[in-house]
């Protein structure tokens, strides 16, 4: 339905320094079937249940724009072609329409008085439909103005008689009608005049009172020139919008109903693809409790608009957040209900939703190059102008920076296979062919006319896409761009584990084996590490025109006391938290390689200020801390403020922060020593005794250890710390810091270097003695002196190598059943890993010949006296086994006569002709000589009648 689509972000939004990744630092996310993807480092937050107010992103009051008399916050609401014939066809419901636009004199002339007017009676909601979808010549009432040929503007003009002769002409005396043979405007078979410009539409009504009421005299200015005037026209509105109780439809009602009702159309079955789109309870909590409504539909923060609002939006100043895509895309309904939820999370106003496919309404049609009102696609059909694709091509002139995974020209670096919109402005084929980047669908990017970068404008501020720095994060380099183009099954997993035991679960179409492959699996968790990544990116967007992701700096290692005759050095490492979740993963959209993933830096400086002195200012690390170092400036007894400054990272995606500590300056210097093995084994454990200056008290604290630091209050001058027995192997610097207190200043130890060595491991095993065909186990049991083994062994010599996980400290294997006859060497290793040593064992595997299950003879053609006939033989083999191979003889007896066949077996079987034979009864005895693999057997005896 929607091709692959991506791109790369290269706003100055999200620009920033990518480094190369440390060796080892991808992340494995499926060691085996039973492994999922991995939480990242920096998972985000499960959602809140009340959610701030909307504070943020800008917004816009289409009517208040478009239409001089109408002022702020209008009871009027654009209605999408898609969206209008939803209404016309409900069962149930009664609905009042205005039909037109800013581009309509006479409703320039009502539509305040109508607005005024439905205020006064009560009434919330008037839906504006304008048949001019570009709020121009696309007109689907009347399509002579359009810049298209004949059959071009007959693919539009059918919108329109379709509304007439479906909905809006069912009434007897309906005045909506249809220019007829004869008629001067036949040939473009629009709308006549004259129809109602306000009704009530009410499906329920059949064909005889479906406008329950309406007015279709077009007022001019002179005709509302006098107070009295302007009375009676307000009197018709309100007898027209309250003639009946009117039904409100919300944004609510159409985007998740239809995202809703389209996928379960599309993908019925749940557990495989997922679904609903959009879940009332669950997956849209704002306040309450268990029990209670969890939902407040009016604050559904997405809203569907038309084409002339999308060009008056992309006018206007300020932050906005667009998704480009459509209730018929199943690309987009992977994404809209998180970017919906995310919107709420971050306080947005509104997403402003825009679909290219003008005629969504139309479910006969696809979003192909058949579909002449998807503007997205070129403007020229089989050489002629079919399609308004000038109006897309206007989208993307405002969108300029805006980056896709299809390229203009050849040229372009960065991205895929060159596939651009081509169209003509304003629609005039006689002038010059303009090339649009084509933006594929689900598609969510923000937007400020007035966003710069490096002098030169870029209004797209970000894009939900990934761009080659995520493709090649080690490089960088250019290779190309690729949009998030997911389905539902995917981001409704993208957190899950793979369940052997539960295969289809959100699977989608993916097979995964019965038993499931490991590639099968790999396949769905790297579906599902897309999805997350490009979920991730869409937060990203979000969070962007949120002002960004918050942050905190804090800081360890910072003296509390310094003596005022010697401050000396200071060094300390400063962290810094934030909700930006760089996690992505290491291969792209699928294929069968093992889950990986990796984190983009948070990046950006951490400065250090005494006072107001700058002390030392560095880069925050892959692991988000920076350490800080410098000397102390002379300072006065007394309190003083070490200051921590983050400038935000990720191209201000992440704000700044500031934490503040204070410095005590203090008359007495102090000293202190640490007493610690230097050597440990891994399990072993030990002890370390920090002393401090005879007469200093307070707390000490031992650094160092993976775990954190470790704290003691002193006694008698000393303070002693266990070192865990859990500690892992590797080497570790251990210093002892003294607090201070209020005579004795700070102080810290010479360190200690600590190396904790690997222990040892005990692989044992015992030999296995089998039959062909039936396979067999091998186990194998590690033991270590510092506890139970866990981790991986591998078996070979025995087939392909296979790898198990050690459970209880035991792995076994299963050993196929094709495994051919011999001996073997099994050999069984653990690899190690941190903390223990590797260490393997090498046991006999021995396979014996097996009897085939069965050796028969089935005759297919009797042989005559004149004719040679055909015998089927079969040696049947285990299930799972090779097939026999090898030599059979058919032995054919009559009295002292016999005759002898020999044929070679294929696959264990083989059609063999047999000779002439003389009239009567003859036996046949099929004998297999046996192979590698099976034992010699003959089959029973079977009669063979010569009847001529």
């Known amino acids: 339905m929607v091709a692959a689509e991506s791109e790369p972000n290269n706003m100055n939004h999200r620009t920033f320094p990518w480094r190369a990744a440390a060796a080892g630092t991808a992340l494995a996310l499926a060691a085996s079937p039973l492994l999922g993807i991995s939480s990242p480092a920096h998972a985000e937050d499960p959602a809140p249940t009340d959610y701030p107010e909307p504070t943020h992103g800008a917004t816009i009051d289409w009517f208040s724009a478009a239409f001089d008399d109408v002022g702020p916050d209008s009871v009027f609401e654009s209605a999408t072609l898609e969206r209008f014939e939803y209404l016309l066809r409900k069962p149930a419901g009664k609905y009042a329409f205005l039909i037109g636009g800013a581009e309509d004199d006479y409703l320039q002339q009502t539509i305040g008085l ?14 504006v439909f304008d048949p001019a979808l570009d709020g121009d010549t696309l007109n689907i009432f009347d399509t002579s103005g359009l810049p298209l040929d004949q059959a071009g503007k007959d693919f539009v003009n059918q919108y329109g008689t379709r509304l007439v002769q479906n909905y809006l002409g069912k009434d007897a005396e309906t005045p909506f009608e249809l220019t007829a043979p004869g008629d001067p405007d036949f040939a473009d078979k629009k709308v006549e005049d004259g129809y109602p410009y306000l009704f009530v539409y009410d499906a329920a009504g059949g064909d005889t009172n479906r406008i329950v009421a309406g007015l279709s005299e077009r007022k001019t200015a002179a005709d509302l020139d006098t107070p009295a005037e302007v009375d009676a026209f ?11 109780a009117l039904t409100d439809d919300t944004q ?105 496919v003008l005629n969504t309404n139309d479910q006969t049609q696809s979003n192909g190059s058949g579909n002449y009102l998807h503007i997205r696609d070129n403007a020229l059909v089989s050489g002629q102008p079919r399609r308004a694709s000038y109006l897309y091509g206007s989208i993307l002139e405002k969108l300029s920076n805006a980056t896709t995974q299809y390229k203009v020209t050849a040229g372009e670096p960065g991205t895929q296979s060159v596939n651009p919109v081509r169209y003509y402005t304003g629609g005039d084929t006689g002038g010059t062919e303009r090339l649009a980047r084509k933006i594929q669908v689900g598609h969510l990017l923000s937007y400020n006319k007035d966003h710069e970068a490096g002098g030169e404008s870029a209004p797209v501020t970000d894009q939900a896409i990934r761009d080659s720095r995520i493709a090649n994060p080690e490089t960088g380099a250019e290779t190309g761009n690729l949009e998030y183009m997911t389905e539902v099954w995917w981001t409704q997993g993208a957190e899950l584990p793979f369940d052997p035991a539960d295969p289809d679960r959100l699977r989608g ?24 990544e490009g979920l991730l990116e869409v937060r990203d967007v979000i969070a962007g025109v949120a002002g960004g992701y918050d942050s905190e700096v804090s800081a360890t290692g910072a003296p509390e006391s310094v003596p005022a005759s010697d401050p ?51 880069e925050v690390g892959a692991d988000r801390t920076a350490t800080l170092s410098g000397e102390l400036p002379e300072l006065t007894q007394g ?10 990272g990720n191209g201000g995606l992440v704000k700044g922060a500031e934490h503040t500590a204070s410095l005590h300056v203090v008359a007495e210097s102090s000293t202190t020593t640490l007493e610690a093995p230097t050597t440990l084994g891994f399990g072993q454990g030990g002890a370390a005794t920090a002393t401090v200056t005879e007469g200093a008290s307070g707390d000490v604290t031992l650094n160092g250890l993976p775990g954190g630091p470790l704290t003691v209050t002193l006694a008698s001058g000393e303070a002693t710390f266990e070192i865990p027995a859990s500690l892992p192997a590797g080497g570790y610097e251990l210093t002892a810091s003294y607090a201070g207190d209020d005579t004795y200043a700070s102080s810290v130890s010479a360190p200690v270097e600590l190396t904790v060595g690997k222990a040892l491991t005990i692989a044992q095993a015992a030999p296995v003695t089998t039959t062909y065909g039936q396979g067999g186990a091998l186990s194998v049991t590690l033991s270590s002196p510092s506890g ?3 981790g991986d062994v591998t078996l070979t010599g025995v087939g392909a190598a296979q790898t198990r996980p050690l459970a209880g400290g035991t792995a076994t294997f299963t050993v196929p059943k094709d495994l051919a006859v011999g001996q073997y060497s099994a050999k069984l290793a653990f690899a190690g890993d941190a903390n223990l040593n590797g260490s393997q064992t090498q046991v006999a595997y021995t396979v014996n010949p097996a009897a085939p ?66 009239k009567g009864t003859w036996q046949l005895t099929v004998k297999y000589v046996g192979d590698s693999n099976y034992t010699a057997a003959d089959s029973a005896t079977v009669k063979v009648k010569v009847k001529r």
Request: charged share 20%; net charge negative; with cysteine.
């Open 568 to 618: 000396g050095a200071i060094e300390v490492t400063a962290g810094v938290e934030s909700d930006f979740d760089g996690w992505y993963s290491l291969n792209g959209i699928g294929g069968t390689a093992t889950p990986a993933s990796d984190e983009v830096p948070l990046d950006g400086t951490v400065e250090l200020y005494v006072d107001d002195t700058l002390i030392d200012e560095a």
């Open 234 to 244: 307000k009197a018709e509105v309100t007898g027209v919008l309250t003639a009946t």
């Open 252 to 356: 609510w009602d159409f985007l998740a109903g239809e995202h809703n009702r389209r996928h379960a159309a599309r993908y019925p079955n749940q557990l495989t693809h997922g679904g609903p789109v959009f879940s009332e309870e669950e997956d849209l909590p704002n306040v309450g409790t268990a029990g209670e409504p969890v939902y407040d539909k009016s604050d559904f923060r997405l809203q569907s608009i038309t084409y002339p609002e999308l060009q008056y939006l992309l006018d206007q100043p300020g932050d906005f957040a667009i998704l480009f895509g459509g209730t018929w895309c199943h690309n987009t309904a992977a994404i809209v209900e998180q970017t919906e939820k995310y919107a709420r999370q971050y306080g947005i106003k509104k997403v402003y939703a825009f679909d290219f």
């Open 639 to 648: 309190t003083h403020e070490l200051r921590y400054v983050y400038s935000g």
């Open 788 to 790: 139970t083994v866990t």
């Open 114 to 127: 109508i607005d005024d007017a439905a205020r006064a009676a009560g009434i919330d909601q008037v839906l």
């Open 509 to 532: 179409g993916q097979a995964v084996g019965n038993p499931p492959t490991q590639n099968g699996i790999n396949q769905v968790l790297n579906q599902r590490a897309f999805a997350r």
């Open 853 to 918: 299950s069965a050796v028969a003879g089935k005759v297919k053609k009797a042989p005559t006296s004149k004719k040679a006939g055909k015998v089927k033989v079969t040696v049947a083999a285990p299930a799972g086994a090779a097939p026999a191979s090898g030599k059979v003889k058919l032995v054919l007896k009559k009295g002292s006569v016999k005759n002898k066949v020999t044929a070679t077996l294929s696959n264990g079987a083989i059609k063999v002709s047999v000779p002439k034979l003389a």
